[in-house]
């Protein structure tokens, strides 16, 4: 059947056609051109201009729920057809960006992901407001670097723990340098706590901290757990003897350290007997440094001990400690033992002529050690001898470098030294001075040789004069004042006589009179 458009009163135009279409709009008109009811808001939503989904109601269930509905009977077409529509729309929404839970979630596991700064900047920025102190630019332009040396930046214990939580995740700093910043006790254990978690630090320099015996038992403890340092510098922070415990343990079960540095501490007698200990059964360290210490006595004996014991150390600096002659014997003997120290420094131990000689004695018989330094011992010409004489009776000596600064030798020492060198001429001696070097005479002043020659005769100075002044004018000129010298015999050069006569005419008149010569003789 055909259908016809027909206005409606509001100038809309509708289509008339058969029943059955009559019948079918006006079910369409009760599904859909009735008022759907509103949209509820999904949990994610914020405000009501958000997008959010809500749950497809069925247009039948609404309508059979109402009393004045006129349509009481849908087909199951129709009620499927409606949910497949709500579906649709659902899928639509959440491709076009629409919000959701998981959606929500997801962006802020995201923006969590963007956030997080690897290299530990942020990490830092905020350690530091939370240490209230104020953030060092350098460290963070240098956090990615493989070194980090940040030496002399008075960090202090605040500006250390900072550091310290900025690192604790690092992997790019394999060598850390935090020398002289007063960490103190609490900045060090600070540090100490870092390298607990840290595995890549490899080589630590805390030297200048001012740790103390505080900070010395952090740093063992540390070392205990750590194993990635294999180079460690504490010098100069103040480590006494009860340190020493610790260090003990650290150097007996620590197995990946081969540098380590102790230095300029304050360790003494007992600190060098509980170390000494240790280094017998150490088989990893390559390098040790206790210079400028206070090791003594039974103390140099025990470290004497333990190097002669050990096979690992190569290079081991002792310098500086007041090792004394008992030091130096025990020093001997640890050498005729020891197949693997290569060098050893014992500057400035008070070794006298004997204590070198014992010490020689060592030297007889090692076959390994190749630099070996005594500079500044009181050990005269005589020492250096009885070294320099061990080194030629010893046919399989490695030394290479023997160092006698600030000890004079003499002309006995000079020639053996000389045949060495023909058997081994690549040996190197370095001392203060030849006693036999010609030294330039110290200038005397020529009116001293004057004054020598009248007091020798027992003449008075105006005896002296008048011989110079044949006219009795008392004042002679440069002529005559030459020619009295050369007749007295006085042992002067013309140099010295010209210096003389300078010196006597104070007024520059070309001549001298006894008043001036009266002067200069006085003031002598």
């Given at each position: 059947m055909g259908r016809e458009r027909t206005p409606t009163p509001d100038g809309v135009l509708t289509t008339q056609g058969s029943g059955k279409d009559e019948k079918s709009n006006s079910r369409r008109g009760s599904a859909l051109g009735s008022r759907a009811p509103s949209r509820a808001k999904s949990r994610g939503s914020i405000s009501d201009?958000?997008?959010?989904?809500?749950?497809?109601?069925?247009?039948?269930?609404?309508?059979?729920?109402?009393?004045?509905?006129?349509?009481?009977?849908?087909?199951?077409?129709?009620?499927?057809?409606?949910?497949?529509?709500?579906?649709?729309?659902?899928?639509?929404?959440?491709?076009?960006?629409w919000d959701t839970d998981l959606e929500v979630e997801g962006v802020l596991r995201r923006k969590t992901r963007e956030s997080y700064d690897a290299s530990g900047r942020t990490t830092y920025i905020e350690a530091c407001k939370m240490n209230g102190v104020v953030p060092v630019s350098y460290f963070s332009r240098h956090i990615t670097d493989a070194e980090l040396v940040m030496k002399h930046h008075g960090l202090g214990p605040a500006g250390a723990k900072a550091i310290a939580i900025a690192l604790v995740a690092n992997t790019t700093i394999l060598k850390l340098n935090l020398s002289d910043n007063w960490l103190d006790a609490e900045g060090g254990i600070a540090v100490a706590e870092m390298l607990k978690e840290n595995c890549y630090v490899a080589e630590?320099?805390?030297?200048d901290n001012r740790l103390g015996d505080e900070g010395a038992k952090a740093m063992s403890e540390m070392l205990l757990q750590n194993v990635n340092l294999t180079h460690v510098t504490l010098a100069g922070n103040g480590f006494g003897d009860k340190s020493a415990e610790g260090f003990k343990e650290v150097i007996l079960n620590n197995s990946k350290i081969e540098y380590m540095n102790l230095s300029r501490n304050e360790f003494s007698e007992p600190a060098g007997q509980v170390l000494g200990e240790a280094i017998s059964e150490n088989i990893t360290i390559r390098q040790l440094d206790l210079s400028w210490n206070h090791i003594r006595r039974k103390g140099a004996v025990a470290l004497a001990k333990g190097i002669g014991s050990n096979i690992g150390l190569r290079k081991v600096d002792l310098s500086w400690n007041g090792l004394g002659n008992e030091g130096a014997a025990a020093i001997g003997e640890a050498l005729k033992i020891n197949s693997s120290l290569e060098e050893i420094d014992l500057t400035?131990?008070?070794?006298?002529?004997?204590?070198?000689?014992?010490?020689?004695?060592?030297l007889y018989a090692n076959e390994t050690l190749k630099v070996l330094k005594l500079?500044?011992?009181?050990?005269?010409?005589?020492?250096?001898?009885?070294?320099?004489?061990?080194?030629?009776?010893?046919?399989?000596?490695?030394?290479?470098?023997?160092?006698?600064s600030d000890i004079q030798v003499n002309k006995d020492f000079e020639?053996?030294?000389?045949?060495?060198?023909?058997?081994?001429?690549?040996?190197k001696c370095k001392h203060g001075g030849s006693e036999e070097e010609k030294k330039k005479k110290?200038?005397?002043?020529?009116?001293?040789?004057?004054?020598k020659y009248i007091q020798k005769n027992n003449l008075r100075l105006v005896d002296f004069f008048n011989k110079f002044d044949k006219d009795g004018s008392m004042s002679v000129s440069y002529d005559e004042f030459r020619e009295g010298l050369e007749e007295t015999g006085i042992d002067m050069s013309p140099d010295e006589v010209e210096m003389l006569i300078c010196e006597l005419d104070r007024d520059g008149d070309g001549d001298i009179n006894y008043s001036e010569l009266y002067l200069g003789y006085v003031n002598k």
């Open positions: 201009s958000r997008k959010t989904i809500s749950r497809p109601v069925s247009r039948s269930g609404s309508a059979k729920g109402r009393p004045d509905s006129k349509v009481s009977n849908q087909s199951d077409s129709d009620t499927e057809d409606t949910r497949t529509r709500a579906t649709s729309d659902q899928d639509a929404m959440s491709e076009s960006g630590l320099d805390l030297s400035n131990n008070r070794f006298s002529p004997e204590g070198a000689v014992l010490l020689a004695k060592g500079g500044k011992n009181p050990m005269q010409t005589a020492g250096c001898y009885g070294v320099m004489k061990a080194v030629k009776e010893n046919a399989s000596t490695a030394i290479e470098y023997l160092d006698f020639d053996l030294f000389k045949e060495v060198k023909e058997v081994r001429p690549d040996l110290a200038k005397v002043n020529p009116m001293q040789k004057l004054q």
